[in-house]
């Protein structure tokens, strides 16, 4: 499956159950042993749910991460969220913000890992 897969994407990507909500390790072992034995030379990323607290432990089986909400902090003003909401035509949203310390924690964890 995913030397077809390779013919039609860079890099396949897994996450958990939704936004914020991490993978369990085992789950992201088994998928990338799956890739692996499929593919050797595939990357494979995930989404999700990754902060500084658990990276960690994603790192030994994922080349890619794509991050959000565990790097973002956020703001309650009503005034931003007003401003974000008109903008938005009235949707409902949850206005996040980078956060610098917490790309800065998470990057370090990345470089410092030797796979």
Do not use: C
Not at 31 to 40: Q, R
Not at 59 to 87: H, K, N, R
Request: proline letters at 6%.
């Amino acid at each position: 499956m995913t030397k077809l897969a390779k013919s039609f994407l860079h890099v396949p990507t897994t996450s958990g159950a939704g936004t914020g909500v991490p993978i369990t390790e085992e789950a992201l072992a088994r998928l990338s042993e799956a890739v692996k034995a499929d593919a050797p030379s595939f990357p494979l990323g995930l989404a999700s749910g990754v902060d500084e607290e658990n990276i960690r432990s994603f790192l030994p089986y994922v080349d890619f991460f794509l991050v959000a909400s565990g790097v973002e902090q956020t703001s309650d003003d009503p005034q931003t969220i007003q401003f974000y909401q008109e903008a938005m035509m009235g949707r409902p949203i949850k206005v996040g913000f980078l956060d610098g310390e917490k790309i800065q924690a998470l990057a370090d964890q990345i470089h410092a890992f030797s796979s």
